[in-house]
């Protein structure tokens, strides 16, 4: 065993504190400004989330003090909807800062890609969705619109250890019926 050398274990390695503030703000664009029309609504939202996560207690002293893991500082969801009649939609902005993926903070990757940080990443999604009747209803989206790649979390084993990528854009298409 060298020294600074990483140790993996499985254990509860100690005691934390996490404490955050979310807040959700929606916005109907036209009612703010007068229009009272019940056939169009244009409507603008944000989520975010701020967390501060830190372990005060270990009996691993490479552990106490540092951020709890897979906890992101920063998680923002933001977008816009517009409804017209019986046609809605939306777009979405998602963002999520860096998150260590283990207890002692490590900033590299170890040979197996194991631990060390995820990076931030952000996605984009759209949706579209059409109400023929109030009994047949059509709704697309598309998901991950950039095609972006970006890493979820690691894995130890199955697929195998390193890091688990996002999926690329996907497409969905649905039709409901209502009996």
Do not use: C, M
Not at 4 to 9: F, W
Not at 160 to 172: E, H, I, N
């Amino acid at each position: 065993w060298k020294e600074n050398s990483l140790i993996n274990i499985r254990t509860n390695v100690g005691k934390a504190l996490i404490v955050g503030l979310e807040w959700y703000n929606e916005l109907h664009l036209l009612k703010a400004f007068g229009n009272r029309s019940s056939k169009l609504d244009w409507t603008i939202y944000t989520n975010t989330a701020i967390i501060h996560s830190r372990y005060t207690q270990s009996p691993y002293e490479n552990v106490k003090g540092k951020e709890v893991e897979f906890i992101p500082s920063l998680n923002i969801k933001t977008g816009t909807q517009l409804v017209y009649k019986r046609l809605k939609a939306s777009i979405q902005y998602s963002y999520l800062s860096s998150q260590f993926t283990d207890a002692q903070n490590s900033t590299d990757a170890d040979p197996t890609a194991t631990v060390g940080i995820l990076p931030a990443y952000s996605v984009t999604d759209i949706s579209i969705a059409y109400r023929v009747k109030k009994w047949l209803h059509f709704e697309g989206s598309v998901n991950n619109v950039t095609n972006k790649i970006y890493a979820t979390r690691r894995a130890s084993g199955y697929p195998g250890p390193g890091l688990l990528t996002s999926d690329g854009r996907g497409f969905f298409l649905t039709a409901a019926v209502k009996l």
